[in-house]
Structure formats: structure tokens, C-alpha cells
């Protein structure tokens, strides 16, 4: 089983950018996504990348200002967020399955991002 675990979220003003992390440990070829959870609202998908960084998609509210990549040296994906806007402001959860396994993936516990009009 996969672990992931998230980190670099923060407070910061609209305009601003922020980079999160994520950590996976436990399997390799691990497919990650991103997803995000504003107050009140269901939880929504972000961004992913697929295991070999080849392959990356994102949701239209982000396209153009967040990017996804990984350091598989480090076993770490790390989402770049530019242009935050305070609709941002979410918990955000890292999404981690192996690309062989046949069960279900894992959660991060996630980081609070808060933008900042």
C-alpha cells in the first residue's frame, strides 16, 4: 500500500504562489493526483500526473496557472500554484495509487491553503 503525505500549504495573498509536496513512500509507479476541498464543498480534483511524469491533466479552474510535476528521485510530486486566486482556498490532498495495484489508492491527510483577497 502506498502512503502519501502533503506539505508546503500556507496563507498568502491573491497573486501570490505557494508549492505543495507530496511524499510517497510504501510501492514505486505510483500515479498521483491532486485534489482540493474549499469550505462548504465536495472535494474536487486538481491535477494528476501519472507515474513517469509523462502524462499530466488538470481541472479548467487551474489550467494555465498550476503545474504538476515529480522528482521520482525523491519520490515527491510537487504542484505548482501561480496566479492563486482566494476561490483557491481549499484543503488540499494528495492521491496516491500504484499503477500495478488493483485496490484502491491512499489519501494524505491533506494542507490547508487559504488565499487571501
Known amino acids: 500500500q502506498v502512503q502519501v503525505v502533503e506539505s508546503g500549504g500556507g496563507l498568502v495573498q491573491a497573486g501570490g504562489s505557494l508549492r505543495l509536496s507530496c511524499a510517497a513512500s510504501?510501492?514505486?509507479?505510483?500515479?498521483i493526483d491532486w485534489y482540493r476541498q474549499p469550505p462548504g464543498k465536495e472535494r474536487e480534483f486538481v491535477a494528476g500526473?501519472?507515474?513517469?511524469?509523462?502524462?499530466?491533466n488538470y481541472a479548467d479552474p487551474v489550467k494555465g496557472r498550476f503545474t504538476c510535476s515529480r522528482d521520482n528521485a525523491k519520490n515527491t510530486v510537487y504542484l505548482q500554484m501561480d496566479s492563486l486566486k482566494p476561490e483557491d482556498t481549499a484543503i488540499y490532498y494528495c492521491?496516491?495509487?500504484?499503477?500495478?495495484?488493483?485496490?484502491?489508492?491512499?489519501w494524505g491527510q491533506g494542507t490547508q491553503v487559504t488565499v487571501s483577497s
Open positions: 492521491y496516491g495509487k500504484s499503477r500495478f495495484s488493483v485496490g484502491p489508492g491512499s
Open positions: 500526473i501519472n507515474w513517469n511524469g509523462c502524462t499530466t
Open positions: 510504501g510501492r514505486t509507479f505510483v500515479n
